[in-house]
T-cell receptor, first 114, second 111 residues
Framework: DSGVTQTPKHLITATGQRVTLRCSPR?????VYWYQQSLDQGLQFLIQ???????AKGNILERFSAQQFPDLHSELNLSSLELGDSALYFC?????????????FGNGTRLTVT | DAKTTQPPSMDCAEGRAANLPCNHS???????VYWYRQIHSQGPQYIIH???NNETNEMASLIITEDRKSSTLILPHATLRDTAVYYC????????????FGTGTRLKVLA
């Protein structure tokens, strides 16, 4: 168990809809990362937050947004969903503040858009 | 873009050492080498990381060449449960906080 909790585990929704994925980082970790993994594809970095502030952005679509709250949990919002958004979405956390802090991943949310 | 190059796949006999290579020829002086693995569709699991010295933990050993342009992850006695995709990543404080995953090496441990 990595200590990173993601909810829900599975989500099925229709095209055009909006969903929110939630991530609770490990206790003490200030940084949260979001990744997308489509079927048989690699992990695509979406965005990183550190202590409530956006720190780095990857290939995140404009239809997607994220935030990190004062209690350090994070939410990834996906809107105007398309079939191609079906994927596993992973959250990871790290202590950060040290250049060599590793990431610890949750078990992901599997999103299916029909 | 990923800054590492790994073979797409490897096989290893159960009980033997699995040696997974990674090329990171553009690594800069303050960048660390990290290894993760992903078993089926689970969340990636951190294995080990290092800067320039060899490192060992309960899961694996990491051997980094003296010029730091390549490294090898060693699983000393591979088991069937080590079948996974292994990712090598470099990351440091050189202006980016992104962990960029490449395509990794799909290791298959054979009975």
């Amino acid at each position: 168990d990595s200590g990173v909790t993601q909810t829900p585990k599975h989500l099925i929704t229709a095209t055009g809809q909006r969903v929110t994925l939630r991530c609770s980082p490990r206790s003490g970790d200030l940084s949260v990362y979001w990744y997308q993994q489509s079927l048989d594809q690699g992990l695509q970095f979406l965005i990183q937050y550190y202590n409530g502030e956006e720190r780095a952005k990857g290939n995140i679509l404009e239809r997607f947004s994220a935030q990190q709250f004062p209690d350090l949990h994070s939410e990834l919002n996906l809107s105007s969903l398309e079939l191609g958004d079906s994927a596993l979405y992973f959250c990871a956390s790290s202590v950060e503040g040290q250049d060599n802090s590793p990431l610890h991943f949750g078990n992901g949310t599997r999103l299916t858009v029909t | 873009d990923a800054k590492t190059t790994q073979p797409p796949s490897m096989d290893c006999a159960e009980g033997r050492a699995a040696n997974l290579p990674c090329n990171h020829s553009t690594i800069s002086g303050n960048e660390y080498v990290y290894w993760y693995r992903q078993i089926h569709s689970q969340g990636p699991q951190y294995i080990i990381h290092g800067l320039k010295n060899n490192e060992t933990n309960e899961m694996a050993s990491l051997i980094i060449t003296e010029d730091r342009k390549s490294s090898t992850l060693i699983l000393p006695h591979a088991t069937l449960r080590d079948t996974a995709v292994y990712y090598c990543i470099v990351r440091g404080s050189s202006g980016t906080y992104k962990y960029i995953f490449g395509t990794g090496t799909r290791l298959k441990v054979l009975a």
